[in-house]
């Protein structure tokens, strides 16, 4: 039973270019999350899907930014047009329920903005 | 707004010693996770406390929740290399609308021989 499985590992995007970071939950688990990391800080709660449908993006910055998580394959962090300050990890982590449940971590997501 | 926070952020011991890390939050929580992350890698969940009063044991981790007093803590007991690492508490509220959880900055933990 394959983990949470994010593609790619590292990114490297220059300002202005588009990222779309993939992520696919482990085999039965139905919610996902995604989080960000700056160098040297815990993770940022940026937004929490379940199939099809946007639970709570309270996270998630007003602009630039939107999430999906379609009938058929993995959850998209799509973040249009780059800044440096986006640089950063980006994890997803899924669960087969949500509250009281454990959520597993992918390996994460470097992206880097030059 | 949930605020949690962890202490010390930087630890470094030496081998076979004992040590404790703190995480309190500020808000009521129904959950508390701790995990492990070493660097460049993705987080190793490590605990999951849903109760007050609970404790659960793994090897030389103890991690224990007091929701009365908002505070978990991570003992570590006889202290050896391979426990380096950077630990992460992290909380979760279900009634305030934000459905994920909220990570305090973490623990850098240094265990030297």
């Known amino acids: 039973n394959a983990g949470v499985m994010q593609n790619p590992r590292h990114l490297v995007r220059r300002r202005g270019q588009e990222a779309r970071l993939r992520c696919s939950p482990m085999k039965g688990h139905s919610h996902v999350y995604w989080y960000r990391q700056l160098p040297e800080e815990g993770l940022k709660f940026m937004v929490y899907?379940?199939?099809?449908?946007?639970?709570?993006e309270s996270g998630m910055p007003k602009e630039r930014f939107s999430a999906e998580f379609p009938k058929e394959g993995p959850s998209i962090l799509r973040i249009q047009q780059v800044v440096r300050g986006d640089s950063a990890a980006y994890f997803c982590?899924?669960?087969?329920?949500?509250?009281?449940?454990?959520?597993?971590f992918g390996q994460g997501t470097r992206l880097t903005v030059v | 707004e949930l605020k949690v926070e962890q202490n010390p952020l930087f630890l470094s011991m030496q081998e076979g010693k004992n040590y404790t890390i703190y995480c309190n939050y500020s808000?009521?929580?129904?959950?508390l996770y701790w995990y492990r992350q070493d660097p460049g890698k993705s987080l190793e969940s490590l605990f999951v406390?849903?109760?007050?009063?609970a404790v659960k044991q793994e090897g030389r981790l103890m991690a224990s929740l007091d929701t009365k007093a908002r505070l978990s803590t991570l003992h570590i007991t006889a202290a050896v290399h391979d426990l380096s690492a950077t630990y992460f508490c992290?909380?979760?509220?279900?009634?305030?609308?934000?459905?994920?959880?909220?990570f305090g900055k973490g623990t850098h933990l240094i265990i030297q021989p």
């Open positions: 406390l849903l109760s007050n009063g």
């Open positions: 992290a909380v979760g509220y279900s009634g305030g609308g934000a459905d994920g959880l909220t």
């Open positions: 899907l379940q199939k099809e449908n946007i639970i709570d």
């Open positions: 982590a899924s669960s087969a329920g949500h509250l009281n449940t454990e959520a597993f």
């Open positions: 808000t009521t929580s129904d959950r």
